[in-house]
Nanobody, 124 residues
Framework: QVQLVESGGDSVQAGGSLRLSCAAS????????MAWFRQAQGNQREGVAA???????RHLDSVKGRFTISRDSAKNILYLQMNSLKPEDTAMYYC??????????????????WGQGTQVTVSS
């Protein structure tokens, strides 16, 4: 089974940028759909962005225009480029994967594989 390791979380000021990475232990492009979820303290985990096996993507409305999900097929790395960060983006960010063709950002129970998370803190 695929193993996922996130990195890139940090503390930044509002308006700043970060790029999160999720390294997979095996080839994922074309075989797994993948997603980024986040969980703020005291809140439920929510889907932020997903990339399907065909390369199509979807993003949470509140991050559209600011966050972009992408994958490097050669390196087996999933990215989340986050620009114009806001304090409300503060959360633990998780990478997830599943063998489905299309992944929803509304259903975390669809994902069988999860990383351990990387913390993003945005100060005002």
């Amino acid at each position: 089974q695929v193993q996922l390791v996130e990195s890139g979380g940090d503390s930044v000021q509002a308006g700043g940028s970060l790029r999160l990475s999720c390294a997979a232990s095996e080839y994922t492009a074309g075989t797994y759909c993948m997603a980024w979820f986040r969980q703020a303290q005291g809140n439920q985990r929510e889907g932020v962005a997903a990339i399907n096996r065909d390369g199509s993507t979807r993003h949470l409305d509140s991050v559209k225009g600011r966050f972009t999900i992408s994958r490097d097929s050669a390196k087996n790395i999933l990215y989340l480029q986050m620009n114009s960060l806001k304090p409300e983006d503060t959360a633990m960010y998780y990478c997830a994967a599943d063998r489905r063709w299309f992944c929803s950002i509304a259903r975390e129970d669809e994902y069988n594989y999860w990383g351990q998370g990387t913390q993003v803190t945005v100060s005002s």
